[in-house]
């Protein structure tokens, strides 16, 4: 695992390198060169980096395996999401048909407008 977030962490940080078009001592010739245009990124000179204790180095050449056979599973949570979101659908028209009930039977029992036929389809 500390190997992989290794070569990770370095491939990181030269796709990030590659991204800014920055060549190693790139910004110390841009500085001595005024008529070529510099990059919008923030960079260091040799000095700030030196006060600040910041060291540029080449990354270490490593060994990458080819294939690490494995097997595995690739769980798709839509249907979980979409089984959630029926089931909270049943659970509000549950609800809602209780209170229709309650409400029919409170209403047959004060004898106003509800007929027992309604109350016994609700």
Do not use: W
Not at 27 to 37: G, I, K, M, R
Not at 72 to 99: I, K, Q, T, W, Y
């Amino acid at each position: 695992m500390k190997k992989t977030c290794g070569i990770a962490a370095m491939i990181f940080g030269m796709l990030a390198v590659a991204a800014t078009g920055a060549v190693p001592g790139d910004d110390d010739a841009a500085a001595a060169n005024p008529s070529v245009p510099r990059s919008t990124m923030p960079a260091l000179d040799r000095a700030q980096r030196e006060a600040v204790g910041v060291e540029v180095r080449r990354p270490a050449l490593v060994t990458i395996p080819a294939r690490t056979p494995a097997l595995g599973l690739v769980l798709d949570p839509s249907r979980l999401v979409r089984e959630f979101g029926d089931m909270n659908a049943a659970e509000a028209e549950e609800h809602a048909a209780a209170a229709e009930r309650n409400r029919l039977h409170g209403l047959y029992g004060g004898g106003a407008c509800a007929s027992l036929k309604m109350l016994q389809a609700a």
